[in-house]
Structure formats: structure tokens, C-alpha cells
């Protein structure tokens, strides 16, 4: 699947209720991004307008940077910095890549 002609996604990482989460990676740098895509009525799409003006605004160390938003006529595409998971014995790390 093609974003905009800017990001290819590579493979889908996880399934959920409401959508999914892909890897994908920015044809002009080859920078690795998460890809939520969510599926969206048309009566919730104000209030999914509002939470990316809302993730837009917020900068802190343990919140995921929003780089870029779509819309489709039934998704959302929310393109976020990649984190990825390590499990140990003492539980779950996440660390930035």
C-alpha cells in the first residue's frame, strides 16, 4: 500500500478492533514509521480532526510524535514515530528506533 506517494508499507504489525498497524518507510529518506490506520464513520470525523490537532500539539518524551495524518473515505491514517518492543525477564521495554 502506497500513503500519498511518500511512505510504502512494509508489512502489517499488529490487528485490532478498529484497525491496524503497519511499518513503512519513507521513500525520500528510508526513515521507519508506524502506521495506524483506523476505521472511521463519517459522524466521528470531527472528533478524529480534533485528536490530531490535539496530538499536533503535545511534545513529551513518553508520547509518540504524530509526523503526518491521512484521510480516506472510510480510514484514518496516522503516520507516528516507530517504537518497538523488547521482552526480558523483568517485563517490557520500549525503546525508540
Known amino acids: 500500500m502506497i500513503l500519498q506517494c511518500v ?3 512494509v508489512c502489517v504489525v499488529l490487528r485490532g478492533r478498529f484497525g491496524s498497524v503497519c511499518l513503512c518507510t519513507e521513500l525520500s529518506s528510508g526513515q521507519t514509521f508506524a502506521a495506524k490506520f483506523i476505521r472511521v464513520k463519517a ?18 518524551p513518553k508520547i509518540l510524535l504524530l509526523w503526518d495524518a491521512f484521510e480516506t ?6 503516520v507516528m514515530e516507530q517504537y518497538v518492543q523488547s521482552y ?4 517490557v521495554h ?3 528506533v
Open 88 to 91: 526480558s525477564p523483568a517485563g
Open 73 to 78: 473515505p472510510r480510514e484514518l491514517i496516522l
Open 7 to 9: 511512505c510504502v508499507c
Open 43 to 60: 459522524t466521528q470525523r470531527d472528533e478524529c480532526r480534533q485528536e490530531v490537532t490535539i496530538m499536533n500539539l503535545l511534545r513529551h
Open 94 to 96: 520500549v525503546h525508540p
